[in-house]
């Protein structure tokens, strides 16, 4: 177990590392993007340009600027935005606890709605049910986040707003959990449920293809010849097995939403998360905030596999290390 | 006289599917009592599985059609609620399946598998279960059992697997343990073990058993009587002697014929059963086995032969020859070069 996390982390290490030269590269060996240029304005004179080299450290070697930038990132934490000339890690950690929320509370939802619609599918087939919830999934894997997102703001904010299902919505934005519990989820629900109508559907027919798929397994018969209840087949045996393919979705499709894949959802609403942030820094080509978001988000998706590992060992020990 | 323990009576059991009814079991009556061994011997497809899965109530097919009666202890478990039905399995009858590989839940220790049959038919408190768990294991001749009950499956040989099913099957003292095919997915000397400890078992917890196989040699040893299945229909019914040295069908000499024997004079070409099992959804006019048997007349083409007992007690057979005629050809089918030196 010691061996595994120790493994695990110098393999973040090394990714994050991968990632970050990698990004630094395409910003800066790349030609035709001079972020000095960016920086200068409108019709910038070669002498402003010059000084903006100079004062940002861009006119010294690849090796050393990418040294630097490093070191302003994880040692001194005073990395300074190109564009809007604020420090980067401040910004992301005051964005980071909007995202977290977000995904959070939606992947709660996610994965509960999803169980139940899967398991209610398999159980059913061969009735109306099956389709019917199979349907529903499937339009809800169809159904764009930013539309969905724009159609729930006009009905709860505009339009239905006074409607008394609807009065209680408040306006977009956030409120940290620590300020305002009651705010906090009064305003995130929506985005909540806006951003799991996908996932709830994907893993619903996921879940419902593993179910029936381990339903002809050999041991779920041999369970059945135990005398369980159908209940106990179901949950213990047919359910936990299937549950393996879920979790690895799960992990992956969780660190990408953490590491800013949310974007729609909180550009939609209003939310100031990381998504925001990377897309706002990329149309601005504002460097050391995509490093810093890039490095965030690696950062997470890697963290979400290694866990995924780790449950993965928990849920079937055939994986486990000897 | 041993007490009746199961009586199935013209059972059939049909699928519907698209390309029509497939009748897989089509009337079958036989018995088992208490503390019988009976094998039941036949090819893939002949419905030897369906019909001990239909026993069980096992076939979760939704386009199953059960017909008949399977009565159990004076109980006809056709008509038993699910809640009953779940008290007879696994306490009144337990089932051991063909693969080993793939029987036990791969998520869940063989202690923990075993645990929970137990909790799901006794009140036990904590503690006792497991007791119970390492007791099994260990009269099923697993080593250092208080150890390996924490292993999961994967951490086990296919025969010791085998192993930790019987125990499973075991653990709720049954009266009825059906061993579906135990010993095809093993390797010939771990055959031998299991049989012998399917054998011990029986005589320790007094279990009938009934042993479906397509290996005759399999049944040779442990089985008091056999009946052999042929396309969905029982074709011969004896008990040992007789369906050893005195078999009746002309199927049942084409099993015989393709065992490998010890006790023969020379090695030579083992015989096959020509040809296919029918399509159990058209069945061939006359008897099932027709288009495969070298000995077929015209009656066999006109009409279905009936299981009826010609050459003694409750040693039946469905096939339209005389008996003389049967004891004059079967040797060239089972001993060709007996036949031959004769």
């Known amino acids: ?322 | 006289m041993a007490e009746r323990l199961l009586a199935v009576r013209d059972l059939k059991v049909s699928f519907r599917t698209e390309d029509g009814i497939v009748r897989a079991v089509d009337g079958i009556s036989f018995t088992v009592d208490e503390g019988e061994v009976v094998g039941i011997v036949g090819e893939s497809g002949s419905g030897k599985s369906v019909t001990m899965m239909s026993v069980m109530r096992l076939i979760t097919d939704p386009n199953v059609i059960y017909e008949g009666s399977i009565v159990y202890k004076g109980r006809d478990l056709m008509g038993v609620s699910r809640d009953a039905m779940r008290e007879v399995r696994g306490e009144e009858i337990a089932m051991i399946f063909q693969d080993p590989m793939t029987s036990l839940n791969p998520v869940y220790t063989v202690g923990w598998q075993i645990e929970e049959q137990l909790n799901e038919h006794y009140d036990l408190k904590k503690g006792q279960a497991r007791r119970r768990a390492i007791e099994l294991l260990t009269q099923v001749g697993i080593p250092r059992p208080e150890q390996r009950i924490d292993d999961y499956p994967h951490q086990f040989s296919g025969g010791m697997r085998q192993r930790v099913m019987i125990a499973l099957a075991l653990s709720c003292n049954p009266d009825l343990l059906i061993a579906d095919e135990p010993t095809t997915a093993l390797d010939v000397t771990i055959q031998a073990q299991i049989l012998e400890l399917i054998k011990n078992l029986r005589r320790e917890f007094g279990s009938a058993v009934v042993l479906i196989t397509h290996d005759l040699g399999v049944v040779a040893d442990i089985a008091d009587r056999i009946l052999v299945m042929y396309a969905g229909r029982i074709v011969e019914e004896g008990n040992k002697e007789q369906i050893f040295y005195d078999p009746q069908h002309p199927y049942t000499w084409g099993l015989l014929g393709s065992i490998a024997r010890l006790d023969r004079p020379k090695a030579r070409r083992l015989t096959a059963i020509a040809g296919q099992p029918p399509s159990l959804i058209n069945r061939p006019q006359g008897c099932s086995f027709r288009p495969r048997c070298p000995q077929a007349f015209e009656r066999c083409r006109a009409e279905d032969p009936q299981l009826t007992a010609k050459v003694g007690e409750g040693h039946l057979d469905a096939c339209h020859l005389s008996v003389e005629d049967k004891r004059a050809r079967r040797d060239a089918t089972i001993n060709p070069e007996l036949a031959e030196t004769a």
């Open chain 1, 1 to 322: 177990m010691a061996t595994f996390i120790v493994r695990r982390v110098l393999w973040l290490i090394v990714v994050l590392f991968a990632i970050s030269v990698l990004v630094f590269l395409i910003f800066f060996a790349i030609p035709g993007v001079d972020p000095a240029r960016q920086m200068a304005g409108r019709n910038p004179t070669a002498e402003t340009i010059r000084n903006i080299k100079h004062e940002f450290g861009l006119d010294r070697p690849l090796p050393v600027r990418y040294g630097l930038m490093m070191k302003h990132i994880f040692i001194s934490r005073d990395l300074i935005s190109y564009g809007s000339h604020t420090k980067v890690i401040p910004e992301i950690l005051s964005a980071a606890p909007v995202t977290l929320s977000l995904v959070f509370g939606a992947a709660v939802i996610w994965i509960v709605f999803s169980i139940l619609t899967g398991l209610a599918a398999a159980v059913f087939r061969g009735t109306i049910i099956d389709p019917l919830l199979m349907i529903l999934a499937l339009i809800g894997i169809s159904i764009p986040v930013f539309w969905l997102g724009e159609v729930v703001n006009l009905i709860t904010q505009s339009r239905l707003h006074h409607f008394f299902l609807f009065s209680w919505v408040p306006p977009l934005g956030y409120t940290p959990l620590t300020q305002d519990p009651v705010m906090w989820f009064e305003q995130l629900l929506l985005p909540w449920l806006t951003l799991s109508v996908l996932y709830i559907g994907f893993y619903a027919r996921v879940l419902r293809a593993n179910l029936i798929e381990t339903e002809s397994e050999d041991y779920v018969r041999t369970a059945r010849a135990k005398g369980l209840s159908e209940r106990r087949v179901l949950l213990r045996h047919t359910l936990r097995t299937s549950l393996i393919t879920f979790v690895s979705l799960f992990g992956l499709d969780f660190g990408v939403l953490v590491g800013g894949g949310a974007l729609l959802t909180e550009v939609v609403f209003g939310l100031p998360g990381v998504g925001l942030l990377t897309y706002n820094s990329l149309t601005s080509l504002d460097l050391p905030v995509i490093m810093t978001t890039v490095i965030y988000g690696a950062f997470f998706i890697t963290l979400a596999s290694a866990l995924v590992d780790l449950v993965y060992a928990w849920l079937d020990p055939r994986v486990r290390p000897a």
